[in-house]
């Protein structure tokens, strides 16, 4: 069975702050796909990045990296100089091959303020 | 660009009351996909379909069923509405049966029983 945890409930940081979203995952699977979902108050998640499981290089997209380690079955997330846009919900979630179902960990909850 | 797009956005109904959930993508996606979201619960899936007329169990079915009659369109039905149904409810899409393929989600319903 696959599992997704996000331990971090709520993160509030200030504006300008780097920030890292935790994500540790549990699959038998060799072959998996790791994504991040962003969900703004108004409610649709937002597709960020897909990761394969053959693919550990870290990936940098603006003020967004990503940090994939199966060493530790993590895939964190960092957004460097937050800002207030950046707050929402962020999702973590892992799908197997062969299977179109998604499994989701519980959100994290960031709160960026001024 | 993508396009997923529920019904609602807001629905109040009584407890009893026979509820239907519309959703519709523009990208002739096979994978269709309907979840539940609750604090501190994350994404639930409750039912998803990857043809015409095919439909497949998530890990919360009960209470819910659903109909797809033609590709683009996936329908959420309560028979009979519950209290603890109110909830966040998103439909998502995907293309191809891999396992890897990214979903886009619509904007959400949030449904309220009284």
């Known amino acids: 069975a696959q599992k997704v945890t996000q331990a971090q409930t709520e993160i509030s940081v200030v504006e300008k702050e780097d920030v890292t979203l935790d994500c540790v995952y549990e699959?038998?699977?060799?072959?998996?796909?790791l994504f991040w979902y962003k969900q703004p108050p108004s409610g649709e998640l937002v597709f960020l990045i897909r990761?394969?499981?053959?693919?550990?290089q870290n990936e940098i997209s603006g003020r967004y990296s990503w940090n994939f380690q199966k060493s530790t079955s993590s895939f964190n997330f960092t957004i460097t100089a937050s800002q207030v846009v950046d707050s929402a919900v962020y999702f973590c979630?892992?799908?197997?091959?062969?299977?179109?179902?998604?499994?989701f960990g519980t959100g994290t909850r960031l709160l960026v303020s001024p | 660009d993508v396009k997923v797009t529920q019904s609602s956005r807001y629905l109040v109904k009584r407890t009893g009351e026979k509820v239907f959930l519309e959703c519709v993508q523009d990208?002739?996606?096979?994978?269709m996909f309907w979840y539940r979201q609750d604090p501190g619960l994350g994404l639930r899936l409750i039912y998803f379909?990857?043809?015409?007329?095919?439909?497949e169990k998530g890990d919360i079915p009960e209470g819910y069923s659903v109909s797809r009659e033609k590709k683009e369109r996936f329908s959420l039905i309560l028979e009979s509405a519950s209290t603890n149904q109110t909830s966040m409810y998103l439909c998502?899409?995907?293309?191809?049966?891999?396992?890897?393929?990214?979903?886009?989600f619509g904007p959400g319903t949030r449904l309220l029983v009284l």
């Open positions: 998502a899409s995907s293309f191809g049966t891999s396992g890897s393929e990214t979903q886009y």
């Open positions: 699959t038998r699977d060799t072959t998996y796909y």
């Open positions: 990761r394969n499981s053959f693919d550990e």
């Open positions: 979630a892992l799908s197997v091959t062969g299977f179109q179902k998604l499994v």
């Open positions: 990208m002739d996606h096979e994978n």
């Open positions: 379909s990857y043809d015409v007329k095919m439909k």
